[in-house]
């Protein structure tokens, strides 16, 4: 440990770019993992918010949740033998304002559930984030295909579908806009996947979230960037020890020589590169917190305390792989021949 802090005294600068160059990649790593879940929340927090279960729809659906149809009688069938199940549609829309402006939503309609909210004939309730749009309790909004009007019961946090605030209403509203009589899906809560219904395919949540096309596609590209830079992170940890490492050749074959083992010589470089990783990440888990507090209102930023933690383990752990492959030419070292190499 010595070693290792006098050796980080002797070359400040080599060490603190290092340092800057994790910094800089873990910090870009958690703003991109933060957009990346921010995202996720505003593209399916409606779907993410329910507890783990089983998702069902219709086969000749193609997996794909507004192409399918629930049989009126195979829903009756589960509904009364299921406690908690649940049959429910969403199919994107708009809302006029009485301003005439016009409003994108997701509308979604269910059987009694405590698992959405319930509303009666020409009631809505929206999501929070269209009151900041100027829509109020007791509004009055309509659409094009109903022949009603619905009047704005309350407003409910973060239920977003497709990255539009959703808006539920009654069934039978439902049914009038979009001349349907089936349900869409069927969830169970605490199902098992190895329950299944005649006609019916069944989704864990994760399977049922990557059937959204807008989902699946854009969470693979933001992770794919995020692990891309991890890699990148373990190769400049593995490049500088190894470039640190043949430059010390000669020293490390004066310690062989004296007696030092080669498992203490990894020790010093492993301590060099947790020290500079835990600095690198303690700053940059706090810039993308003041991040998070500057970020524009509307960006769907969302850095959780685990996703920090995972990512910082993440990167603990690439860093130790690529010190220690670049290490690995310390152990082939023959002090005699270091040695005279160093002198040359």
Not at 21 to 36: E, K, Q
Not at 226 to 244: P, Q, T
Not at 323 to 342: D, N, R, V
Request: hydrophobic residues 45%.
């Amino acid at each position: 440990m010595n070693i290792a802090w006098k050796e980080i005294k002797k070359n400040k600068v080599r060490f603190l770019i290092l340092g800057s160059i994790i910094f800089l990649v873990s910090l870009l790593t958690f703003i991109i993992s933060g957009l990346a879940n921010g995202l996720s929340q505003d593209n399916a927090s409606l779907i993410k918010d329910l507890p783990e279960g089983q998702f069902y729809m219709n086969k000749e659906g193609d997996e794909t949740y507004n192409l399918s149809k629930i049989d009126s009688d195979i829903q009756d069938e589960i509904i009364n033998k299921q406690k908690d199940a649940v049959a429910f549609s969403i199919q994107m829309g708009f809302l006029n304002s009485e301003t005439d402006k016009q409003h994108s939503v997701a509308f979604v309609t269910s059987t009694d559930s405590e698992l959405f909210e319930n509303v009666e004939d020409g009631e809505i309730i929206l999501d929070q984030s269209m009151e900041d749009k100027g829509i109020k309790v007791g509004d009055v909004l309509t659409n094009n295909q109903f022949s009603g009007e619905f009047k704005v019961k309350g407003f409910v946090e973060q239920k977003k579908f497709s990255h539009a605030p959703v808006a539920y209403i009654n069934m039978k509203n439902y049914k009038e806009i979009y001349r349907v009589m089936e349900m869409q899906l069927l969830f169970i809560p605490g199902g098992e996947s190895s329950e299944q219904f005649m006609g019916l395919q069944s989704f864990s949540n994760k399977d049922f979230l990557n059937t959204i096309p807008s989902y699946n596609a854009e969470q693979m590209s933001l992770n794919m960037i995020v692990w891309f830079l991890v890699v990148i992170s373990g190769m400049l940890f593995a490049i500088f020890f190894y470039m640190m490492n043949i430059q010390k050749v000669g020293l490390f074959g004066i310690l062989k020589a004296i007696g030092m083992k080669t498992s203490r010589l990894f020790k010093i470089m492993w301590t060099q590169m947790i020290f500079i990783t835990i600095i690198s990440l303690i700053l940059s888990i706090s810039f993308s917190q003041v991040f998070n507090m500057i970020a524009p209102e509307g960006m769907p930023f969302h850095l959780t305390f685990e996703t920090t933690i995972k990512l910082s383990l993440v990167f603990l752990f690439i860093g130790f792989i690529g010190a220690t492959l670049s290490g690995i030419q310390i152990k082939k070292i023959e002090p005699l021949h270091a040695i005279q190499q160093g002198e040359a």
